[in-house]
């Protein structure tokens, strides 16, 4: 599956900004559908994963500040970041999983300024 993903951008500190991850296909098929994300100089670690009876799980980081959401007619996965930290500021990646695959999208940025 090919993913888009966009929204990403500057906001300061406090902000908020929505991510979005189009697919190519019909996400019903896709397993599990998440958001990583990799800061400068750093390793690409896991954000937050839904699956596809909608159950999520959340980094210990962004809990309780970034809602992940999909909405199947649109074939998007979204991202929702509230309360947005200096320390967010990244590349942030979607992924979905079906079976033995892995899809990446391109990635968009996110930087929160001071």
């Known amino acids: 599956v090919q993913l888009q993903a966009s929204g990403g951008g500057l906001v300061q500190a406090g902000g908020s900004l929505r991510l979005s991850c189009a697919a190519s296909?019909?996400?019903?098929?896709?397993?599990?559908m998440g958001w990583y994300r990799q800061a400068p100089g750093k390793q690409r670690e896991w954000v937050a994963d839904i699956s596809r009876a909608s159950g999520t799980n959340y980094a210990d980081s962004v809990k309780g500040r970034f809602t992940i959401s999909r909405d199947n007619a649109k074939n998007t996965l979204y991202l929702q970041m509230n309360s947005l930290k200096p320390e967010d500021t990244a590349v942030y990646y979607c992924n979905a999983v079906r079976s033995a695959v892995v899809d990446w999208g391109q990635g968009t940025l996110v930087t929160v300024s001071s």
């Open positions: 296909r019909n996400i019903l098929t896709i397993t599990r």
